[in-house]
């Protein structure tokens, strides 16, 4: 009888009560959380609005909730449509991410992602909008202007509809040259505006000084902004601020100028040499 009795995993057999003791334990609490969802009521709604932008706030969520679903504080959190809240928040053309729970203590949580915009478009005939990080275009509101930089002139597309994807290239080119000047503190600072000419050409509108510069558009951009720095450190001195009207670098290896008095042109070879 106790060689029996020795023979027993006791070890084993103790894990295996306490794993059965856990899941009964899970399984009690598993129901009183949901008896408790079943009874308890939401004691109150935290909205949270994160990002850069500006374009909401959180009146504006508890506004919209309020408006559509009616009033959730009160009511038994079994009750509120959080993926119907969640839907109509991420209908807002300027929020990018939305989420929403209940905490332990009943209270809502909203939590709201606005976009982040990088650039504001004019078109050609004077429509406004903005693009986003990630390409969508955004409504223009008188409410909020975010410090972005301004691409107007002989721009052919429009605005339909909000969140709609950039269609043209020559948009798409503004964008990446808009991203890559952001990412550079001399051009970031000296770059105020984009033009697009009657060329369907992109020029940029400096912070110092009157020269149209032309990039053309958004390829080898780091060669043609090189470029531009030679053109203002050893060429502008030597000829004064007023010499020229227009610099372009749109074609490889050249700096082409135009005087301001008449048609002549200076174009300088450069052959990668831009030291």
Same mark, same amino acid.
């Given at each position: 009888?106790?060689?029996?009795?020795? $023979?027993?995993?006791?070890?084993?057999?103790?894990?295996?009560?306490?794993?059965?003791?856990?899941?009964?334990?899970?399984?009690?609490?598993?129901?009183?959380?949901?008896?408790?969802?079943?009874?308890?009521?939401?004691?109150?709604?935290?909205?949270?609005?994160?990002?850069?932008?500006?374009?909401?706030?959180?009146?504006?969520?508890? $506004?919209?909730?309020?408006?559509?679903?009616?009033?959730?504080?009160?009511?038994?959190? !079994?009750? =509120?449509?959080?993926?119907?809240?969640?839907?109509?928040?991420?209908?807002?053309?300027?929020?990018?991410?939305?989420?929403?729970?209940?905490?332990? %203590?009943?209270?809502?949580?909203?939590?709201?992602?606005?976009?982040?915009?990088?650039?504001?478009?004019?078109?050609? !005939?004077?429509?406004?909008?903005?693009?986003?990080?990630?390409?969508?275009?955004?409504?223009?509101?008188?409410r909020y202007v975010p410090h972005v930089l301004v691409a107007n002139g002989n721009i052919k597309e429009g605005y339909k509809q909000?969140? @709609?994807?950039?269609?043209?290239?020559?948009? #798409? %080119?503004?964008?990446?040259?808009?991203?890559?000047?952001?990412?550079?503190?001399?051009?970031?600072?000296?770059?105020?505006?984009?033009?697009? $000419?009657?060329?369907?050409?992109?020029?940029?509108?400096? &912070?110092?000084?009157?020269?149209?510069?032309?990039?053309?558009?958004?390829?080898?951009?780091?060669?043609?902004?090189?470029?531009?720095?030679?053109?203002?450190? #050893?060429?502008?001195? &030597?000829?004064?601020?007023?010499?020229?009207?227009?610099? $372009?670098?749109?074609?490889? @290896?050249?700096? =082409?100028?135009?005087?301001?008095?008449?048609?002549?042109?200076?174009?300088?070879?450069?052959?990668?040499?831009?030291?």
């Open positions: 009888m106790l060689n029996k009795l020795r $023979n027993i995993p006791w070890k084993l057999l103790g894990y295996g009560c306490l794993t059965i003791i856990a899941l009964v334990g899970v399984v009690m609490l598993m129901s009183l959380v949901k008896k408790k969802d079943v009874t308890q009521v939401c004691t109150s709604m935290k909205v949270m609005v994160e990002g850069k932008e500006a374009f909401i706030d959180q009146h504006d969520i508890s $506004n919209l909730v309020k408006a559509k679903f009616g009033k959730v504080v009160g009511k038994n959190l !079994n009750t =509120i449509p959080v993926e119907q809240i969640e839907q109509a928040l991420m209908e807002l053309p300027y929020v990018s991410a939305a989420e929403i729970y209940v905490d332990m %203590d009943g209270v809502l949580q909203i939590s709201v992602q606005q976009r982040e915009v990088v650039l504001r478009v004019v078109n050609k !005939n004077g429509q406004e909008y903005y693009i986003d990080t990630k390409g969508a275009k955004v409504p223009v509101t008188l909000a969140l @709609d994807t950039v269609e043209t290239k020559l948009v #798409n %080119d503004l964008v990446s040259i808009v991203q890559h000047i952001k990412s550079d503190p001399l051009w970031s600072n000296q770059v105020v505006q984009l033009y697009v $000419n009657e060329a369907q050409d992109i020029e940029i509108v400096p &912070r110092v000084g009157t020269q149209q510069l032309v990039l053309g558009n958004a390829s080898k951009l780091d060669e043609k902004l090189a470029r531009l720095v030679v053109f203002y450190k #050893n060429i502008l001195p &030597r000829v004064g601020a007023d010499a020229y009207q227009k610099v $372009n670098v749109k074609y490889d @290896d050249q700096i =082409i100028c135009e005087r301001k008095s008449g048609w002549m042109l200076d174009s300088l070879q450069l052959k990668m040499k831009m030291n």
